[in-house]
Nanobody
Framework: QVQLVESGGGLVQPGGSLRLSCAAS????????MTWVRQAPGKGLEWVSN????????SYSNNVKGRFTISRDNAKNTLYLQMNSLKPEDTAVYYC????????????????WGQGTQVTVSS
């Protein structure tokens, strides 16, 4: 059974940083490209970032490029999202999911979801 457990969210001031984690199990994590997605209040899902199975190729939305860094530790079956220079518009529930990119076209699975982790950026 695929399980994805997000953690690391919280309340931070604008300009602050957070490091999100996603503990994965129930599938071959080391062979799976992974994606971070977020949902802001009153909005739909927004694709944020993707990393390939080896942790070599990464992709980011224009809204977070230069501020967020996606990474993974395949030995620990864990995905990370380092978020720096946070802005109020980054406030959202953040989810990890299976996904991938071909060229600049990225997609993600909607079949398995964790509970997400809340990130709130406010003064």
């Amino acid at each position: 059974q695929v399980q994805l457990v997000e953690s690391g969210g919280g309340l931070v001031q604008p300009g602050g940083s957070l490091r999100l984690s996603c503990a994965a199990s129930g599938f071959m994590f080391s062979s799976q490209s992974m994606t971070w997605v977020r949902q802001a209040p009153g909005k739909g899902l927004e694709w944020v970032s993707n990393i390939d199975s080896f942790g070599i190729n990464t992709s980011y939305s224009n809204n977070v490029k230069g501020r967020f860094t996606i990474s993974r530790d395949n030995a620990k079956n864990t995905l990370y999202l380092q978020m720096n220079s946070l802005k109020p518009e980054d406030t959202a529930v953040y989810y990890c999911t299976q996904g991938g990119c071909v060229g600049n076209v990225c997609s993600f699975s909607r079949g398995h979801w964790g509970q997400g982790t809340q990130v709130t950026v406010s003064s």
